[in-house]
Nanobody, 120 residues
Framework: QVQLVESGGGLVQAGGSLRLSCAVSGSFFRINAMGWYRQAPGEQRELVASITSDRTTRYADSVKGRFTISTDNAKNRVSLQMNSLKPEETAVYYC??????????????WGQGTQVTVSS
């Protein structure tokens, strides 16, 4: 099983910055990709950014140029640097990891979520 623990959420004014981190632990063969999603009240969960094991990144159009995803593979950690935050980006942010288990089965796992609130 895989456990994901997020940190770094909070309250920030519009235009400010926050850095989210997610630590992945447990028993697995390999992490194939990690990412950040967000879900605002009444909305569907959406991809914010993702990064694969070969460090290929993908961003939602709305965050390109402002958010940066990075990994520390040695520590199984993924971070999301968020700059120039907007009030409409207020949401619960979730960490996701796509892993290959010791039995070579692929599956995804989610963190508990961390609240990001951007005030206007």
């Amino acid at each position: 099983q895989v456990q994901l623990v997020e940190s770094g959420g909070g309250l920030v004014q519009a235009g400010g910055s926050l850095r989210l981190s997610c630590a992945v632990s447990g028993s697995f063969f390999r992490i194939n990709a990690m990412g950040w999603y967000r879900q605002a009240p009444g909305e569907q969960r959406e991809l914010v950014a993702s990064i694969t094991s070969d460090r290929t990144t993908r961003y939602a159009d709305s965050v390109k140029g402002r958010f940066t995803i990075s990994t520390d593979n040695a520590k199984n950690r993924v971070s999301l640097q968020m700059n120039s935050l907007k009030p409409e980006e207020t949401a619960v942010y979730y960490c996701n990891a796509e892993v290959t288990s010791i039995l070579l089965r692929e599956y995804g796992s989610w963190g508990q979520g961390t609240q990001v609130t951007v005030s206007s």
